[in-house]
């Protein structure tokens, strides 16, 4: 056979396996909408995330009362937020499925029918039982939700502006912790802390009506079977990672409860890395972490989480039980923190959309290595305000690197795959909170232990070790940054080469297409290019047609 021979045969067989995806794919496109429209659909994201942000803080701040009127202990308190986290590893992975499967509002106002009947459940609660089975509830709503809410924003959204709607989203996340102290403090005091679930549930009603008439069907849609195997592994693989890393300040690391938990998880993780991997159509499709940028992301917002979980914990013992002082003051040190990161959180989307990410990355990280080292050289005698004005710029390093870094990261996922790599996104940065939360209280006690001997203040020498630590974790992601975006472009958007298969490039070598022929054998996904591409394309004209019919009406 000739070269040219077989050279049309390899196209031919490129250009059936292309046919066969199609058909295997069943992609639906979503509703695209106008710029109005998508204005109100981020309005209402943005409320329900900023309402279960204030349900999460304000918790901590109603458990002691919970656990008077319950009757329990503190170990059996503490269930009622590890095991608010430990369904919400378990739903994540499962929400790829779901945002593929079903339509956008019906599956999204489901999230928040959901959250709203965990609460109502914990409102009327007299045993411990009931408000358990309350939290599982709200951990599968809020697990939904949240992924959604990031895909539907990457979605509606052109990647020139996509950068500031997630400031604005990310903006309701750091009114939570501003608001839910003082506000949960107030309700308890004054009414009881059942109050708390039901104006939380007053806010997701509303959000609800909301959404029934603003929310459209504008994601993708891939009509698929529900794969039950995959969905039971992920769920020993997430759910037991996270449980025995939760479990790490409780018990002793080779007890059962860590160390067993951690085994069966890790082996199940295994299991289930090796099934979606074999898969056509996985259940979680991990191919998306051959992709630079959102590998380069995930492990940068892994490692962020960690610093992030574990200074929420830390700092307040600093204030309360190192400097002995009150929730109050202790509420009010971070208060300056938080307020920062709220006001910086929006332009850093801004920031992002005009000049990319570098500045960002590296402000962000430079900013957190810097707030954790200086942090290392407080005494004991040190004002608390001065900690608070290094918390400042901590707050604010989160703020410029937390959205714009996941944003970039996503930049060249295909839309069709963006609900899999939001899920798998958040599963790692659940598990990241939970291992920084454990860590870090690990390692202030046992350095304590050991230098309580030969320090003055041990307590004050373990708190200023943990800070250490942080700061080497920021260093490590400025590492991370600089060869994984010296790798990558810059930009926005990432760069994909069309072409057209029917017209194949002359200078196109046999040895080429036997190679792009192998390629595809080794990665299926690499089958859905010019499918994603002439989706998105599409998309995008209906976005930016809209975007116009909107500035004529304007004019």
Request: glycine share 8%; charged share 15%.
């Amino acid at each position: 056979m000739t070269e040219d021979g077989k050279n049309l045969e390899i196209e031919n067989k490129i250009t059936e396996d292309k046919k066969s995806e199609i058909v295997e794919e069943k992609i639906i496109q979503g509703k695209s909408v106008s710029k109005r429209k998508r204005t109100l659909i981020l309005i209402n994201l943005s409320i329900t995330g900023t309402a279960a942000g204030i349900m999460a803080t304000s918790l901590t701040t109603a458990l002691p009362l919970i656990m008077e009127d319950l009757n329990i202990d503190l170990n059996t308190g503490q269930w009622l937020t590890s095991g608010f986290g430990l369904f919400l590893a378990i739903v994540t992975p499962f929400s790829a499925f779901l945002i593929k499967r079903f339509k956008t509002k019906r599956l999204y106002c489901t999230s928040l029918l959901l959250f709203m009947i965990g609460l109502i459940i914990c409102a009327v609660s007299n045993q411990f039982w009931i408000m358990m089975v309350g939290r599982i509830v709200q951990g599968s709503g809020s697990g939904l939700m949240n992924s959604m809410s990031q895909v539907i924003i990457l979605n509606i959204y052109p990647p020139d502006k996509v950068g500031t709607a997630m400031g604005w989203y990310g903006f309701s996340f750091s009114v939570a912790p501003i608001v839910a102290p003082t506000l949960a403090g107030i309700i308890v005091d004054t009414i009881g802390w059942r109050m708390i679930f039901i104006s939380a549930t007053t806010v997701m009603g509303i959000s609800l009506i909301f959404a029934l008439f603003v929310m459209e069907n504008v994601l993708p849609l891939m009509k698929r079977s529900f794969d039950t195997i995959s969905f039971i592994i992920s769920a020993f693989a997430f759910g037991g990672i996270t449980l025995a890393i939760g479990n790490v300040g409780k018990y002793d690391i080779i007890s059962y409860q860590v160390l067993m938990v951690f085994i069966i998880g890790l082996v199940s993780m295994v299991i289930f890395v090796i099934r979606q991997l074999h898969q056509k159509l996985p259940f979680l499709d991990l191919r998306i972490l051959k992709d630079i940028r959102f590998c380069v992301a995930t492990v940068a917002i892994f490692i962020l989480q960690l610093t992030i979980l574990g200074n929420a914990i830390i700092l307040p013992i600093y204030v309360q039980q190192i400097k002995k002082r009150s929730a109050t003051i202790s509420g009010l040190t971070v208060l300056p923190g938080s307020l920062a990161s709220a006001f910086v959180s929006p332009i850093a989307g801004k920031i992002y959309d005009k000049i990319g990410i570098k500045f960002l990355y590296f402000g962000g990280a430079f900013s957190l290595a810097l707030s954790g080292l200086l942090i290392y050289f407080v005494s004991y005698d040190t004002s608390i305000w001065i900690v608070s004005i290094i918390n400042i710029l901590r707050c604010i390093a989160i703020a410029l690197f937390n959205m714009p870094v996941f944003t970039w990261g996503m930049g060249n996922i295909p839309k069709n795959r963006t609900s899999d790599a939001s899920a798998l996104n958040n599963s790692i940065r659940a598990m990241g909170g939970a291992l920084g939360s454990a860590m870090f209280v690990s390692i202030l006690t046992k350095v304590e232990s050991i230098v309580k001997d030969t320090k003055e203040h041990p307590d004050m020498y373990g708190y200023n070790v943990v800070y250490l630590i942080m700061s080497i974790l920021g260093l490590l992601i400025i590492i991370i940054g600089i060869f994984g975006i010296k790798s990558t472009n810059n930009g926005r958007k990432g760069k994909v080469k069309k072409t057209n298969s029917s017209k194949p490039e002359k200078s196109t070598s046999m040895k080429e297409m036997k190679s792009l022929s192998l390629e595809k054998n080794n990665d299926e996904t690499m089958n859905k290019v010019e499918i994603v591409i002439e989706n998105d394309t599409n998309s995008n004209h209906e976005n930016d047609e809209n975007d116009n019919n909107d500035r004529n009406d304007e004019k």
